[in-house]
């Protein structure tokens, strides 16, 4: 053996064995040889903040072998994933491995993509390790430790034990407490729409009350029943007249191919994914060698995959399927690393029926990967839109249709669009009135978050980076902060009572542009502008100040404990409420001693109403107990099983409006960019 190949990974090592010759060995290290101690802080401050690594003892075993392969080899190529953690991997296995002292020996190589030319060109351009990102990752382990180290103990004096504090987690959880606070305050207002059913030569069409005189109508400008009622007297009499018709042909851009962050989110959207499952397949995929690195925040893509991709659409589409010039992206994110690429297929002609792949959602992911950049390389989609514009006295109505004429690159990518015919119609004609139609609406609260749209809120605000969006997620639901219900992220009790201590004590820290901020300057540390020791000290010091203060403050907990009449069964003390990781739960007062706990079952929470159905019981909030629909909310009686009175949405909030046809606005900004095909006054 010459040449010996680390990887993180068996599976990138076995996918990686297959395009490189017996002169090669992969081996796997496993994922990170090297970490912070778990059982102390492994930062010293007085030392210019010098961390201090230990070998995990999982790992032990994995290093020696490793050091025997090493030793025997002339060249020692490693070869782990090309961003800032993959860097730090092959910095810590010099350091396990001891080649510090042998520089000439070691190589680290990176690749897009795992197939036979990006390896072999990766092997042909080796450089060194760059100092630099790795820094950066130290940075933020550094950070990161620091908050949690610090934070978590202060949790334990205010709370209880066993709660933990994260930098980054601890923002998301923030934006997810306020938006429900901001659901529980929120008050709706009953607004009123109008339209019209009208009518020439048997073909009907149906058009919305826009504008009274010269005001358009805003959404709260007809508040209640007497107001339409009102304009509806003055309607009936009159006459319909077209006033202006317009028609136009539209285009509808694709999308960009998959960053990690919209992969998430459509993963969420389409496929049902959480982001963890999103990034465990896409993983699994890339390590196969069937998509491009799967942690990347640029839209980028190479030359070679787009005349690839070209040459496929044209030969399986036709040549009107194809651009005439490859279509590139512009990314929105002001921290994207333009150098790398976007997530895209390997190999185009491997197309979403490829037998290789046997998982079903890993298959599931790599055809939305697939169609994607494929529908990125594919012409405008054509609409034919007409705008008609009828007044009736001093009020204007508006149809709007629209046709698709050519559907260019929704043949691989579909969204959801309604194609309405309009009856044909010149200016000056009269319609014939058939029915006027009012509609009750009420403002909806804005949306809880699903994982996708706290994905793209964090993104937005400049929060976390493509490795992080999924642990940050995951972490605040295993630590029971948050639980998901219907698929939208609600606070537990515990996660408001954390946010609360963490906001008044600490407002800094969990500042959302504080926080974004400090990951502006982990990627100056990348790039090689600043120190990460002089980043943590301008963080650690005010911090550590302030953390003194605090616990010096700290006279009382968050949450007394409190007192009840009932008796605890194996000692006879008295039991209190106390409230855990779980929420609240009986314990002895008898403690440590006895250490009796029971569960704490709450009454259920009635809503002020009598049941519709029997008249005798109580409506109250229910959950799902089990199957698919488990968690979800529905409203009940409380004499079930007498009463089987039953409702998925509360009886005292007005109907829910058709997602499909009324959004709120809240909601429309948090979707993925598809938008309906805009109104005529409204193209630029």
């Not at 080649?99 to 042909?124: C, G, M, N, S």
């Not at 929060?463 to 639901?477: E, F, N």
């Not at 159905?613 to 229910?622: A, F, H, L, P, Y």
Request: glycine residues 4%.
């Amino acid at each position: 053996m010459t040449k010996l190949v680390i990887v993180e990974s068996p599976t990138k090592a076995k996918t990686i064995s297959k395009f490189i010759g017996d002169s090669y060995k992969v081996e796997s290290s496993f994922g990170h040889v090297r970490d912070l101690p778990r059982s102390r802080i492994g930062i010293d401050p007085e030392k210019n903040f010098e961390l201090q690594y230990v070998t995990p003892r999982k790992s032990t075993k994995i290093v020696n072998a490793l050091k025997k392969l090493a030793a025997k080899a002339d060249k020692v190529i490693l070869a782990s994933d090309e961003d800032r953690e993959g860097e730090a991997i092959a910095w810590h296995l010099v350091k396990a491995l001891k080649l510090e002292d042998q520089p000439e020996k070691v190589e680290r190589i990176v690749f897009h993509e795992i197939t036979k030319t990006a390896i072999e060109e990766a092997l042909k351009n080796p450089r060194q390790i760059d100092q630099n990102m790795v820094d950066a990752q130290q940075g933020r382990r550094a950070l990161d430790r620091l908050v949690g180290y610090k934070l978590s103990p202060f949790l334990w004096k205010k709370i209880f034990k066993g709660l933990s504090a994260g930098r980054v987690q601890s923002v998301a959880l923030r934006l997810i407490v306020e938006r429900e606070e901001e659901i529980k305050k929120f008050k709706p207002d009953e607004y009123w729409q109008l339209s019209a059913i009208l009518e020439k030569t048997k073909k009907e069409l149906e058009a919305r009350l826009i504008r009274i005189d010269d005001k358009t109508i805003g959404q709260l400008d007809i508040k209640n029943e007497d107001e339409i009622k009102k304009i509806i007297s003055e309607l009936e009499s009159s006459d319909f007249i077209v006033t202006k018709k317009e028609t136009k042909s539209v285009k509808k851009n694709p999308l960009p191919p998959f960053t990690t962050s919209t992969m998430q989110q459509e993963g969420a959207k389409r496929l049902g994914f959480s982001a963890k499952k999103t990034m465990m397949m896409a993983q699994r995929l890339y390590e196969n060698g069937l998509i491009t690195y799967m942690r990347t925040d640029s839209v980028n893509l190479s030359k070679d995959s787009l005349v690839v991709a070209k040459e496929w659409i044209s030969k399986n589409f036709g040549e009107q399927y194809a651009v005439d010039a490859p279509r590139t992206f512009q990314t929105k994110s002001r921290s994207a690393q333009e150098a790398h690429e976007a997530i895209r297929p390997t190999d185009i002609n491997k197309n979403p029926e490829n037998k290789e792949i046997k998982e079903k959602d890993e298959a599931r992911l790599y055809e939305l990967i697939w169609q994607r950049f494929t529908a990125s390389q594919m012409p405008q989609a054509i609409f034919d839109t007409a705008q008609i514009d009828i007044q009736a006295k001093k009020y204007t109505f508006r149809a709007n249709g629209n046709l698709l004429k050519f559907d260019g690159y929704l043949k691989v990518w579909p969204q959801n669009f309604e194609e309405k015919e309009l009856p044909k119609l010149d200016e000056k004609e009269s319609l014939n009135l058939v029915k006027l139609n009012p509609s009750q609406h009420f403002t909806e609260p804005p949306p809880r978050f699903n994982e996708a749209s706290l994905i793209k809120t964090l993104e937005e605000y400049g929060i976390g980076r493509p490795s992080t969006y999924a642990p940050i997620i995951s972490v605040i639901q295993e630590r029971h902060y948050v639980e998901k219900i219907s698929g939208r992220l609600t606070p537990t009790e515990t996660g408001t009572l954390v946010n609360k201590v963490l906001t008044e004590n600490f407002p800094e820290i969990i500042d959302i542009n504080f926080t974004a901020k400090m990951e502006e300057q982990l990627d100056e540390i990348a790039e090689n502008k600043i120190k990460w020791q002089d980043v943590i000290r301008g963080f650690y010091e005010p911090f550590a100040k302030i953390l003194e203060q605090k616990y010096k403050d700290v006279l009382v907990k968050e949450v007394a404990d409190e007192k009840t009449d009932i008796k605890c069964e194996k000692c006879g003390k008295e039991m209190a409420i106390k409230i855990g990781r779980f929420g609240r739960f009986l314990a002895c007062t008898g403690f440590p001693e006895c250490r009796n706990t029971k569960s704490l079952k709450s009454e259920p929470k009635k809503i002020g109403l009598i049941c519709p159905k029997c008249g005798k019981g109580d409506v109250i909030e229910k959950r799902v107990g089990k199957g698919r629909a488990r968690g979800k909310m529905f409203w009940g009686c409380s004499k079930y099983p007498d009463c089987d009175y039953a409702s998925w949405t509360n009886p005292l909030l007005p109907p829910p409006e058709k997602k499909s046809k009324e959004k709120s606005e809240t909601e429309e900004k948090t979707e993925t960019e598809e938008k309906e095909v805009p109104e005529i006054e409204n193209i630029e």
